[in-house]
């Protein structure tokens, strides 16, 4: 079992940023993907950034060029920076691990953005 568990969220003006950690725990499976998705209300869950064992990385049009994802795997951490921050951005966000056969997720954390 793999344990996740978020932290960094909560409430920001348009324009601030804010850091959402994610550390893992438990029987740690490699290679893997760690990334963080989000889900606003009444909406769908959505990708906001992936990053693999090796370093590659991938962004939601949405966020590129504002957010950046980064990964300790001496830590099983990873990290979102989120910067310029927009009232769109305002969700619950999930971090998630998975492998070839494996899927898990956080709970969630809220962030959100103030006009």
């Known amino acids: 079992q793999v344990h996740l568990v978020e932290s960094g969220g909560g409430l920001v003006q348009t324009g601030g940023s804010l850091r959402l950690s994610c550390a893992a725990s438990g029987s740690i499976f490699s290679p893997n993907v760690m990334g963080w998705y989000r889900q606003a209300p009444g909406k769908q869950r959505e990708k906001v950034a992936v990053v693999f064992t090796g370093g590659n990385t991938d962004y939601a049009d949405s966020v590129k060029g504002r957010f950046t994802i980064s990964r300790d795997n001496a830590k099983n951490t990873v990290y979102l920076q989120m910067d310029s921050l927009k009232p769109e951005d305002t969700a619950v966000y999930y971090c998630?691990?998975?492998?070839?056969?494996?899927?898990?997720w956080g709970q969630g954390t809220q962030v959100t953005v103030s006009s």
């Open positions: 998630n691990l998975r492998g070839t056969y494996d899927n898990y």
